[in-house]
T-cell receptor, first 115, second 111 residues
Framework: DTEVTQTPKHLVMGMTNKKSLKCEQH?????MYWYKQKAKKPPELMFV???????INESVPSRFSPECPNSSLLNLHLHALQPEDSALYLC??????????????FGDGTRLSIL | KQEVTQIPAALSVPEGENLVLNCSFT??????LQWFRQDPGKGLTSLLL?????REQTSGRLNASLDKSSGRSTLYIAASQPGDSATYLC??????????FGKGTTLSVSS
């Protein structure tokens, strides 16, 4: 069983919709991550939060808006997405950002389809 | 810019064989290297993490090695089983970013 929980598992939305992806962990981790994975490609980093503050934004378009309301919860707000944004969105967490002995733990992802 | 390469891209073996997956990276300034397994349509399962100061890690039938100076890591799977069929990803963790992934090796083990 994964210790990082993502909801929903699947999401279909139109290009004018607004939706949110949710990620939760209760391991006491202070670093949380969003990755995007297109079919048959490796995951690519989107955002990193450390102690509830945005630390890294990999030049992601503003139609993706992350939010970290508390140390256990990470959201990704979606608005006016494009068909090319269809992908598997993965959330991960680790105890701290940038420490060598700490693995990242991944959720099962949200499969997003943009119509 | 860090680049991670995995060879081979795909591998098919009969059950019971021992096998080696390869990973190379261009910038040796890493915190650690992680090996993951991904089943189709699923998330990533962490298999092994090797810190930059370590040479190898073992978990059950899996052994991962790291040669940071040459920018290489290998994942050794002993006595492969059909349940090992999946895509195996290696990723390096370095300052200023999070994990940088290779494209993966898709393994198929036939019974």
């Amino acid at each position: 069983d994964t210790e990082v929980t993502q909801t929903p598992k699947h999401l279909v939305m139109g290009m004018t919709n607004k939706k949110s992806l949710k990620c939760e962990q209760h391991m006491g981790h202070r670093a949380m991550y969003w990755y995007k994975q297109k079919a048959k490609k490796p995951p690519e980093l989107m955002f990193v939060y450390s102690y509830e503050k945005l630390s890294i934004n990999e030049s992601v378009p503003s139609r993706f808006s992350p939010e970290c309301p508390n140390s256990s919860l990470l959201n990704l707000h979606l608005h006016a997405l494009q068909p090319e944004d269809s992908a598997l969105y993965l959330c991960a967490s680790s105890q701290e950002l940038g420490v060598g002995n700490q693995p990242q733990h991944f959720g099962d992802g949200t499969r997003l389809s943009i119509l | 810019k860090q680049e991670v390469t995995q060879i081979p891209a795909a591998l098919s073996v009969p059950e019971g064989e021992n096998l080696v997956l390869n990973c190379s990276f261009t910038d040796s300034a890493i915190y650690n290297l992680q090996w993951f397994r991904q089943d189709p349509g699923k998330g990533l399962t962490s298999l092994l993490l090797i810190q930059s100061s370590q040479r190898e890690q073992t978990s059950g039938r899996l052994n991962a090695s790291l040669d940071k100076s040459s920018g290489r890591s290998t994942l050794y799977i002993a006595a492969s089983q059909p349940g090992d069929s999946a895509t195996y990803l290696c990723a390096v963790n370095q300052a200023g970013t999070a994990l940088i992934f290779g494209k993966g090796t898709t393994l198929s083990v036939s019974s």
